[in-house]
């Protein structure tokens, strides 16, 4: 059991990723109190049945009253709009922070706001999967777990925030929200695009039984929530455009040394491909 980094915590949106940080603050002793809110009073029943809060409500205001920290695990276009809806019920030394993997805009407006009490974060954890029932105490285990402050961020809700992450097993990166974004667009958005374009391609298979393990590795993330990508994607327009554009040059050069029989450079692609992989820690 850890040291409570919070008297209250208030998660908004107790799914996958609330949930799990419900459970590994409770099991760990990160939080003397749990409270999650949600619109759904049934889905909150069973955040409650899993441990992963002590107690549930679907009014802000009830749930964000005397609350230490609150953290946002909506889906990226509502983090804002729900600090808007809460800004009049928030404790005056409440820090608040969030989960969505998108920072920049999120990052900007949130700060207009709350001013130094906000610290952006992005745990880069998680899975195709939703919902409380698949939340998990150790997801954050060994991950990395990014946080984006600004000037006016203090030290002490940063401090709080990254004492709460590590407490949970994650790694924090501080990461300036631009480039934050930029590099979830190559590593994590872009893939999702590709996840999603290779399930449409291969419906014109001619023989669908016959599936390779890399297309299922390389599909998964196809499962993930329609609404939650479509919000990413929309939120990290312009980095993801970019990260397509980077992708689609790198695939031109595969395609042209395969149309031109050029096996070294096909091998060397690969070559230069598994050593990157390694040094990526994969």
């Not at 069973?46 to 002590?54: E, K, M, Y």
Request: aromatic share 4%.
């Amino acid at each position: 059991m850890g040291e409570a980094i919070c008297e209250r915590l208030c998660i908004i949106g107790v799914g996958l990723i609330g949930g799990s940080i419900g459970l590994a603050a409770r099991q760990r002793g990160l939080a003397k109190h749990v409270v999650g809110v949600g619109r759904s009073a049934e889905r909150l029943k069973t955040a409650l049945q899993a441990g992963a809060i002590d107690d549930a409500t679907t009014s802000l205001q009830e749930g964000v009253t005397g609350a230490d920290m609150v953290m946002v695990c909506t889906p990226v276009g509502l983090i804002v709009p729900t600090i808007k809806l809460c800004l009049q019920w928030l404790p005056e030394q409440c820090v608040v922070t969030d989960v969505g993997s998108v920072k920049g805009s999120i990052v900007q407006q949130a700060t207009d706001l709350l001013g130094e009490r906000f610290v952006g974060g992005h745990p880069m954890a998680g899975s195709e999967q939703t919902g409380v029932q698949n939340a998990r105490t150790d997801l954050f285990e060994g991950t990395t777990w990014a946080l984006t402050p600004t000037e006016k961020t203090s030290q002490s809700a940063l401090e709080k925030v990254t004492v709460l992450a590590q407490g949970m097993g994650a790694r924090v990166l501080i990461a300036d929200a631009d480039e934050h974004d930029r590099a979830v667009a190559l590593t994590s958005h872009l893939p999702h695009a590709l996840a999603l374009a290779l399930v449409h391609v291969a419906e014109n298979s001619p023989y669908p039984q016959l599936i390779g393990g890399s297309f299922r590795d390389g599909t998964r993330v196809a499962a993930s929530s329609p609404d939650l990508w479509r919000d990413i994607f929309l939120h990290n327009r312009e980095h993801v455009l970019w990260a397509i554009d980077e992708f689609a040059g790198q695939l031109q050069e595969v395609r042209s040394a395969i149309e031109s029989e050029d096996a070294e450079t096909i091998q060397r692609l690969f070559t230069e491909a598994r050593m990157l992989r390694q040094a990526f820690g994969l």
